[in-house]
Antibody, heavy 121, light 106 residues
Framework: EVQLVESGGGLVQPGGSLRLSCSASGFTFSSYWMSWVRQAPGKGLEWVANIGKDGSAKVYVDSVKGRFTISRDNAKNSLFLLMNSLGAEDTAVYYC??????????????WGQGTLVTVSS | DIQMTQSPSSLSASVGGRVTITCQASQDISNYLNWYQQKPGKAPKVLIFDASNLETGVPSRFSGSGSGTYFTFTISSLQPEDIATYYCQHYDNLRWTFGQGTKVEI
């Protein structure tokens, strides 16, 4: 059974940093692209970042470029999101998601339960 | 950037009724379009991929159609358990764009 379990969320002050983790199981983690998707309270879904199978390819939404860094540790089946210079606009539930790659077709086939990040003084 | 316009933002229908949601792209996206369901407090779940393919295990009352710039998502017979927000999603070079969402109520 595929499982994605996020952790690391919490309350952080504006300008602060936070590192989210996603522990994956039930599939060959190193064989799949992974993503972070966020959802502000009461709002819609927003894709944040992708990372390639070996961690070399990374893509970000413009609003987090230069502030957020996605990474992975395939030996530990883990995905990470390092978030710096956090602002109120980053307050959201952050989901990790597995990408099913059937080039040129893709979709998110599994999601974690999410971890809440609150940026507030 | 390609913009996705989803409508309506909310709707109310009766149990057993037909629900249709539309998603319009600002330019031709072929069939690179997925549909997700998100129940309150839960993570999203894919229902339809590649515009019209039903995900394994998803009831057949859900369907999707369209290509190019105009897409529709249909629930043929609304059930109480279908109360959720539905999102279309496009991807381009692995950059993902979600529609604004449609909240479906009974």
């Amino acid at each position: 059974e595929v499982q994605l379990v996020e952790s690391g969320g919490g309350l952080v002050q504006p300008g602060g940093s936070l590192r989210l983790s996603c522990s994956a199981s039930g599939f060959t983690f190193s064989s799949y692209w992974m993503s972070w998707v966020r959802q502000a309270p009461g709002k819609g879904l927003e894709w944040v970042a992708n990372i390639g199978k070996d961690g070399s390819a990374k893509v970000y939404v413009d609003s987090v470029k230069g502030r957020f860094t996605i990474s992975r540790d395939n030996a530990k089946n883990s995905l990470f999101l390092l978030m710096n210079s956090l602002g109120a606009e980053d307050t959201a539930v952050y989901y990790c998601a597995k990408i099913l790659d059937r080039h040129p077709y893709y979709h998110f086939d599994y999601w974690g339960q999410g971890t809440l990040v609150t940026v507030s003084s | 950037d390609i913009q996705m316009t989803q409508s309506p933002s909310s709707l109310s229908a009766s149990v057993g009724g037909r629900v249709t949601i539309t998603c319009q792209a600002s330019q031709d996206i072929s069939n690179y379009l997925n549909w997700y369901q998100q129940k309150p407090g839960k993570a999203p779940k894919v229902l339809i991929f590649d515009a019209s393919n039903l995900e394994t295990g998803v009831p057949s009352r859900f369907s999707g159609s369209g290509s190019g710039t105009y897409f529709t998502f249909t629930i043929s017979s609304l059930q109480p358990e279908d109360i959720a927000t539905y999102y279309c999603q496009h991807y381009d070079n692995l950059r993902w764009t979600f529609g604004q969402g449609t909240k479906v109520e009974i």
